[in-house]
């Protein structure tokens, strides 16, 4: 038997020539997690090989529960993903996890210290975790995560949890991506209207007090309870639950799971989950727009017709807008 030329480059380390696409994304959707880690990687480093690598996945994903855990730093968002992905495993599911840091420009490094806590699932093949830094996408968060979970959806992963840190406006933009946002808080984290943060009170599908063994943790519950309450739901909507955890031991996990199914059928049931996801695939598709076209005119030797708009502006011999039409008119074709 000879192999071929193909099957010789996919398995090398990366480096775009030695890439074949084909077979990457086969072996991936085989259950191989080096070639998935490495579809990850190309959308981290925004490869133009993503165009054909999304058009071979597409026909593959939709089947997984995306759910998204979201919280101030130090809530115990890696130890409730940790101790969720246990629960999962146990159901037999298959579980992908990523953890992004919206803030930072660093791959990996900057969440060292999850992957030592995700330690306990580091030997097991139907688990897949990976940092990912939205770095300085020019189409942030809403470019690079949603390939990135279909490459993990694609690959089979029954669940994928997206863990964000909690820095402001990341924590909406997380709610727009996952299927299930669980909003995460735990008592001695400052004041106790945390929940009033960040329009949290508007994006929790499901709310979880975390370390339930510490005290405070009832307090938490009720000023939630209580804000809750007041927070406009639409008619007929869902009413967020919210459950007790110690993320630490594992405790409650089972209910998380649990509620998390409830509303994934919830979704289900009312066309909610293909609302979402469709509105998931607009944002995609803009950010990829958006930032096709800053590319394009940010292109290699194609600067001097910004700049040179910029200076017509800048000397008032024409207004920004028709600047900006003829910067698009040139780039839309
Ligand atoms: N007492 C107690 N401590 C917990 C519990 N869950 C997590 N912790 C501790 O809280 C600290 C923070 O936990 P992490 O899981 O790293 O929290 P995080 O939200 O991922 O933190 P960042 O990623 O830095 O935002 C760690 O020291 C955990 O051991 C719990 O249920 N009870
Ligand atoms: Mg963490």
């Given at each position: 038997m000879v192999s071929t030329p193909d099957a010789a480059t996919a398995g090398r380390p990366r480096g775009r020539s030695a890439v074949a696409v084909p077979e990457l994304v086969e072996k991936a959707r085989a259950g191989d997690l080096r070639s998935v880690g490495r579809l990850i990687s190309l959308v981290e480093d925004e490869s133009p090989l993503l165009r054909e690598v999304m058009a071979l996945l597409a026909p593959h994903a939709g089947h997984a529960k995306v759910v998204g855990i979201t919280g101030s730093p130090g809530v115990g968002k890696s130890t409730t993903t940790s101790a969720l992905v246990t629960e999962l495993r146990r159901a037999g599911q298959r579980v992908g996890v990523l953890a992004i840091d919206p803030s930072s420009p660093f791959s990996g490094g900057a969440l060292l210290g999850d992957r030592v806590r995700m330690g306990?699932?580091?030997?097991?093949?139907d688990v897949f975790i990976r940092s990912m830094a939205a770095r300085g996408h020019l189409g942030g968060l809403s470019w690079s995560t949603p390939q990135a979970l279909r490459v993990l959806d694609a690959a089979g992963y029954d669940v994928i949890i997206v863990e964000t840190v909690g820095v402001g406006q990341s924590e909406v933009e997380v709610a727009g991506l996952a299927d299930t946002t669980i909003v995460l808080l735990a008592p001695g984290m400052g004041d106790g209207i945390q929940a009033a943060k960040a329009g949290i009170l508007e994006i929790g599908d499901l709310y979880v007090v975390n370390k339930a063994d510490r005290d405070g943790a009832a307090t938490v519950r009720r000023d939630l309870r209580g804000a809750l309450a007041l927070s406009q739901r639409p008619e007929g909507a869902w009413k967020p639950p919210i459950l007790m955890t110690t993320a630490q031991n594992g405790e409650g996990l089972a209910e998380v799971a649990t509620a998390i199914e409830e509303h994934h059928a919830w979704l289900e049931q009312t066309g909610e989950l293909l609302r979402r996801r469709t509105r998931r695939a607009r944002d995609e598709i803009e950010a990829i727009a958006v930032t096709t076209l800053r590319q394009r005119w940010a292109g290699l030797g194609r600067h001097a017709e910004l700049d040179g708009l910029a200076e017509q502006v800048a000397r008032g011999e024409t207004g920004p807008w028709a600047a900006a039409d003829v910067l698009l008119a040139s780039h839309l074709e």
């Open positions: 306990d699932h580091a030997v097991d093949k």
